[in-house]
């Protein structure tokens, strides 16, 4: 058979009439659809206008890598990551196909051509057209099945807890199989009708025609029962595409344009400002309408894949939090929102959102960073958080942290002029005494207050002392970063302890654009590094900053500190949540760590920015909870399986929190920060040379 003598009739075996039908047919699920999608867009618009703004190129970049090629599907789960893989370019290339089955068929008929002459649809681009069709529509089934058993339970290995499971979704993966299948039994039963014979371009369409011929179809009886099914399967694929915008398949079209629009940013937040507050009267989310249209969106992207879920330590730990199931709570909220009848939208707080789910969240940022779609739970918790914190409804302990830091300017609440109390023995400059310094050290609230944590800063002065670097720390007039009011939703007290800082750190020369640009500024706390690196920028104060491994590293590397390996015990590694995974800094603890010890640390199984949280972020560091249900329980429970007699850490809550869990615990194990184990080994090289 000759290339160009490749073809089909579109259409084959339907008569006009029917074709008219199914044209009309088609326009009234077009409309349908359009309408669907018409009416979310109102609900996403119904929100307050977006922050942010896109480029148009950055927009088409990103739906290549991010949409087409489903880069953001891989974060974990490999074979669901797979099977939506399957699902998505199953879908895609057979509607991609159809369309071009519609231009086809309306263009041959407008140019007066005859059903057996196509335009284009012929030789070789009919012969690759109907591999792939063949090839996707096999794909569609394998990846639907595979969801479908999964919602179904057969296989779930992660308990059926991670996934939401609903009837709604169950029939659309039973409806994308039925019609991935009817669409191979219409196409075995047009190759039987046709007598076609062409051998391979579509193996599946002929294992079928075989099937039908095996089971003493004929070519005439093919032709009746293929025009009843394909009736069935158009009026399916009909019927699908009109429920679109009403079922769970409305992710495919804002997680889309989530994903299209949306950088991922962590460890930032949206800046509230007094003169937005008086305008508008409102500060934090408490209805609907108070959200951002691209957060009202984010709802619909939503999948319910659990995946948030799987990886929140306040769910794990047993508290009243699943960011799968706050975003599915404020979704059933949207569906049931009639913004014409009602502007704002019912409240979210009580009923729909408790403050104990609100609460229990770390701030670890785990949830955004492994939703494929870009939804952020983590954003919406703070939005509604400020509310509560406006309406005064923030109590107990935490409530007393924020008194303490208006007050004193530190959440212990103890004396401006005690800040540098722990340094009275130490050769410290601060930086009124030493104007001329290259690098500030940001001691911070944990290590001027905190007696564990002074012997982390009493390190890091040594280390930098060894290292003749030409260091200062702030003086007492430093406040907290306010890192933690912010994200406990206290934005102006947080506005207010920044302005302070704001002015002193300019004042000194630290600004990126004053003329001392090479000046540094390095915290062990990974809190402070975020606040300093993310937050003040928005307030006015632009600075560069280093975590301490950082810098320590680059010192040793350059040679200005030198540390010899030591026999220091057997070590494993917990990677603070705004260290490693918001800033993204995980190789530079573990090489000090190698460099202090000759050896690697010991990897618990979740580590650099797959950490697990230990329990103190957004605030809860200043909960009343008992050790034994603490959030980041499970993470104790992972230090100690790896057998190492030393926990090293990068950050100040982190070694408050894994310290007491594991003293909990009576085991004989010991925390320290980075710091202090380096040190640890400039002593043993001490008194080796002694000896």
Not at 7 to 23: A, P, Q
Not at 277 to 283: M, V
Not at 344 to 354: E, I, N, Q
Not at 593 to 620: F, W
Request: proline share 4%; hydrophobic share 45%.
């Amino acid at each position: 058979m000759a290339p160009g003598s490749l073809t089909r009739e579109v259409f084959g075996n339907i008569d006009g009439s029917s074709k008219l039908v199914f044209y009309l047919l088609a326009a009234v699920s077009l409309t349908i659809f359009t309408l669907g999608i018409r009416s979310r867009v109102r609900l996403w618009r119904a929100g307050q206008p977006n922050s942010e703004k896109t480029s148009w190129p950055t927009v088409v970049r990103r739906l290549f890598s991010r949409v087409l090629f489903q880069r953001s599907t891989w974060s974990s789960r490999r074979v669901a990551s797979c099977a939506h893989l399957l699902v998505f370019s199953g879908m895609l290339v057979l509607m991609l196909g159809t369309i071009l089955i519609a231009i086809e068929h309306l263009g041959a008929s407008l140019a007066g051509r005859s059903p057996t002459d196509p335009l284009f649809h012929k030789g070789l681009y009919f012969a690759i057209y109907e591999l792939l069709m063949d090839a996707f529509g096999v794909a569609l089934l394998l990846g639907s099945g595979w969801f479908l058993a999964r919602r179904m339970g057969w296989g779930n290995k992660q308990g059926s807890e991670s996934i939401a499971v609903n009837r709604g979704d169950i029939w659309l993966l039973a409806s994308l199989m039925m019609l991935a299948a009817s669409g191979y039994l219409v196409e075995g039963l047009r190759i039987l009708w046709a007598e076609t014979g062409q051998p391979g371009f579509s193996p599946v369409g002929l294992l079928a025609a075989w099937l039908f011929s095996a089971a003493g179809t004929t070519s005439t009886s093919a032709a009746a029962i293929h025009l009843v099914l394909w009736w069935c399967h158009a009026v399916a694929a009909l019927a699908f595409i009109a429920v679109i915008p009403y079922t769970r398949l409305l992710h495919a079209i804002a997680g889309a344009i989530q994903l299209a629009t949306q950088q991922k940013q962590l460890g930032k937040m949206q800046l509230v400002s007094i003169e937005d507050l008086e305008k508008t009267g409102r500060f934090g989310v408490g209805q609907l309408a108070d959200f951002q249209s691209r957060q009202l969106r984010e709802l619909d992207a939503c999948v319910a894949c659990g995946r948030c879920q799987d990886v929140c330590p306040a769910h794990q730990a047993g508290k009243p939090l699943s960011p799968r199931d706050l975003v599915q709570g404020l979704r059933g909220e949207l569906d049931n929102w009639n913004p014409t009848a009602t502007a704002a939208g019912g409240s979210l707080h009580a009923d729909t959102v408790s403050a104990d789910t609100l609460w229990s969240c770390t701030t670890c940022s785990a949830c955004v960073d492994i939703c494929p779609l870009g939804v952020n739970p983590l954003e919406m918790i703070t939005d509604l958080r400020r509310y509560l914190v406006g309406e005064g409804q923030l109590r107990g302990a935490p409530a007393a942290t924020m008194q303490k830091l208006q007050r004193s300017g530190n959440p212990w609440g103890l004396p401006g002029e005690d800040r540098l109390a722990w340094a009275r023995d130490l050769d410290v400059p601060t930086a009124e005494a030493n104007p001329d310094f290259d690098v500030l050290y940001w001691v911070g609230c944990a290590a001027a207050y905190d007696r564990r944590t002074q012997r982390v800063a009493r390190s890091v002065i040594r280390l930098l002392q060894a290292a003749s670097v030409n260091f200062a720390i702030p003086g007492s007039q430093a406040r907290c970063t306010g890192e933690t009011a912010r994200r406990m939703g206290d934005e102006f007290l947080f506005q207010e302890l920044a302005a302070v800082n704001v002015e002193m750190l300019d004042s000194q020369g630290l600004s990126t654009s004053s003329p001392d640009r090479d000046r540094l500024i390095i915290t062990h706390c990974p809190h402070c590094l975020n606040s300093l690196l993310n937050d003040y920028p928005q307030v006015g104060g632009n600075y560069q900053v280093l975590h301490h491994s950082e810098y320590l590293l680059d010192l040793v590397q350059q040679g200005q500190l030198q540390i010899e390996p030591a026999r220091l015990p057997e070590m494993t590694y917990h990677d603070p949540c705004y260290l490693a995974r918001v800033g993204e800094v995980v190789s530079a603890p573990r090489q000090l760590l190698e460099i202090a010890s000759g050896k690697p640390p010991r990897e618990m199984p979740r580590h650099g920015i797959n950490t697990s949280c230990c329990g103190a972020g957004g605030g809860r560091m200043w909960m009343d909870d008992d050790v034994d249900s603490r959030i980041g329980g499970e993470r104790v429970t992972e230090a100690l399986e790896t057998g190492a007699a030393v926990v090293a850490v990068g950050c100040p809550f982190c070694l408050t929190m894994m310290g007491d869990g594991i003293a909990a615990r009576d085991q004989d194990v010991v925390v320290k920060d980075i710091a202090e184990l380096l040190v640890d080994a400039l002593d043993a090289e001490s008194s080796i040379m002694v000896e």
